[in-house]
């Protein structure tokens, strides 16, 4: 039986905000039904944090393994929630793998909100682009940048949709991001059923550009906004003036860069 044409159009467009997102530039998904930790999963059991997050400093969390080193080169990392692919690339820089995947879930207040991880400096990338994978599901390996740094990984909680691995187009604080730890925390059990909700991807634009596409104007007024500041953390210290000397030279040899793709780059 042919479906009512109203049918197809409401499964086919999602309205966001004052835009419209086409069937193409949507996956459905179910709902998270719970955060874990990208590593020594549920709990990162056997890792511990090497560096936290800070607004407008550290965005994201270093998860090491305990023993140290490069002991954890090749270790497994799991998506933190049910997902969709919605980066998986080699961007190089002070990058190298990078995965991104975005999760709608239900918020407390009953209503459904889009939220990214993402996972840096991996050795490999086990998913692909629009892959839909789940809860604790491995998406690559833990790796070091080609040994730019000690195995680790880091990985940040993205509120804001639009920026991908264009982190220095948009402010660098708790308006785009959340404290990694505690939004998991927060979220460790989540309402969910198997009914497949629709995710919006395609929403990041190239390194270097503003990712100001209008359609997707008021994205970023869908996520959760209250609840989840920040703890307060110690400035991490300067651990390896050395190793940072050495970088910091080897990118000023890239003088070809952009500035604000170096920016990026710099900072992970
Ligand atoms: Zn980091």
């Not at 499964?11 to 998904?29: E, Q, T």
């Not at 264009?166 to 979220?187: E, K, L, M």
């Not at 550009?209 to 210290?237: F, H, I, N």
């Given at each position: 039986?042919?479906?009512?044409?109203?049918?197809?159009?409401?499964?086919?467009?999602?309205?966001?905000?004052?835009?419209?997102?086409?069937?193409?530039?949507?996956?459905?998904?179910?709902?998270?039904?719970?955060?874990?930790?990208?590593?020594?999963?549920?709990?990162?059991?056997?890792?511990?944090?090497?560096?936290?997050?800070?607004?407008?400093?550290?965005?994201?969390?270093?998860?090491n393994?305990?023993?140290?080193?490069?002991?954890?080169?090749?270790?497994?990392?799991?998506?933190?929630?049910?997902g969709?692919?919605?980066?998986?690339?080699?961007?190089?820089?002070?990058?190298?793998?990078?995965?991104?995947?975005?999760?709608?879930?239900?918020?407390?207040?009953?209503?459904?909100?889009?939220?990214d991880?993402?996972?840096?400096?991996?050795?490999?990338?086990?998913?692909?682009?629009?892959?839909?994978?789940?809860?604790?599901?491995?998406?690559?390996?833990?790796?070091?940048?080609?040994?730019?740094?000690?195995?680790?990984?880091?990985?940040?909680?993205?509120?804001?949709?639009?920026?991908?691995?264009?982190?220095?187009?948009?402010?660098?604080?708790?308006?785009?991001?959340?404290?990694?730890?505690?939004?998991?925390?927060?979220?460790?059990?989540?309402?969910?059923?198997?009914?497949?909700?629709?995710?919006?991807?395609?929403?990041?634009?190239?390194?270097?550009?503003?990712?100001?596409?209008?359609?997707?104007?008021?994205?970023e007024?869908?996520?959760?906004?209250?609840?989840?500041?920040?703890?307060e953390?110690?400035?991490?210290?300067?651990?390896?003036?050395?190793?940072?000397?050495?970088?910091?030279?080897?990118?000023?040899?890239?003088?070809k860069?952009?500035?604000?793709?170096?920016?990026?780059?710099?900072?992970?």
């Amino acid at each position: 039986m042919v479906p009512p044409i109203p049918f197809l159009v409401c499964c086919g467009l999602l309205w966001i905000g004052s835009g419209v997102l086409s069937a193409k530039d949507v996956v459905r998904h179910v709902l998270a039904d719970g955060f874990d930790f990208p590593v020594g999963i549920p709990d990162a059991k056997g890792y511990y944090k090497y560096r936290g997050y800070t607004p407008n400093g550290h965005l994201g969390e270093d998860w090491n393994g305990v023993g140290g080193g490069d002991t954890d080169l090749g270790d497994p990392i799991y998506s933190v929630a049910h997902g969709v692919v919605v980066f998986s690339d080699d961007v190089r820089k002070g990058w190298g793998n990078c995965i991104i995947v975005r999760h709608a879930y239900r918020d407390a207040d009953g209503k459904i909100r889009y939220v990214d991880s993402q996972y840096g400096h991996l050795l490999k990338r086990h998913v692909k682009l629009h892959d839909r994978v789940k809860r604790g599901q491995q998406i690559g390996t833990m790796g070091s940048n080609r040994g730019m740094y000690a195995a680790h990984l880091h990985f940040e909680m993205r509120k804001e949709l639009r920026l991908g691995m264009n982190r220095s187009a948009w402010p660098r604080d708790n308006t785009c991001y959340y404290h990694p730890t505690n939004f998991i925390n927060a979220n460790r059990k989540l309402r969910s059923s198997s009914k497949q909700y629709p995710i919006p991807v395609n929403t990041f634009h190239g390194q270097g550009q503003l990712g100001k596409d209008p359609r997707l104007k008021g994205l970023e007024v869908t996520v959760a906004t209250s609840g989840l500041e920040p703890l307060e953390e110690k400035k991490p210290k300067e651990k390896n003036s050395i190793l940072r000397g050495i970088l910091s030279k080897l990118r000023s040899q890239d003088a070809k860069e952009d500035s604000e793709a170096r920016k990026d780059s710099e900072e992970p």
